[in-house]
């Protein structure tokens, strides 16, 4: 199976705009939830979209509380099925609420999405991803 | 949390040419990839590619053999963050090797994809979803 080198695979990774998110619920089954996400090194970060009501609401935040291996994907597909590839983020996540770890997320999530970096009500949770294993394959 | 109706969710589901399919690892671990799929009703199909060695090969078919709930995810992403959506679809999933669903499976999937119609070489394993609960969201 083609792969990319993991310098380029985690390239790419970073550069993607949106990426797809599967945790496992409580109850064993996955779940799945596109993300908007900034990735520093290995370790990969999220943020909870300001709400009312703040901490653990999100279901992939009770879902990482009880499971905390995630997936994440990022690919690039078209038609014909020439050039396409993903690249896969395996590792393990922890749900921060608040601190600097946090405040890091929101940094980088800021300097990468606009939207962001223009609003002023306050952030929910952060999820941050420690990236253990990197995959990926390309036509 | 703004939904779509469950008829138009369908639809664009339907319509969408790739999805990210999370399923659960033997150890319990979430898995993900992107595939291509045909959807009937509430049931969806996707083929594994040809292979030289046919059956149970692919890490999602022997994931879903351990764990058969699986998570279906379709998105559009665009920025700035307007008309964005996904749907999910939730339910379980089956490994069939040969037999009338498979062939269904295959004539579903070589209607939508002119690839898949144009292949001469045997497909491998077809996995199907029975849809049980259909999720979106969409701002």
Redesign the interface.
Known sequence: MPTLAEAEARRRFAAA??A?L???RPD???????IVFALDGDTAYSIADPKPKRGLDLLRHRNIAA?P?????V?E?R???ERIW?V?A?GSARVVVSGMERDTALELLRAK???YAEWTTPFGAATVISVERWSSWEI
């Open positions: 705009r949106v797809r599967a945790t496992v064993g089954r996955p779940h799945i939830v596109p499971h291996a995630v997936s994440v994907l690919d597909y038609e014909p099925w993903w896969r395996d999405y606009r939207e």
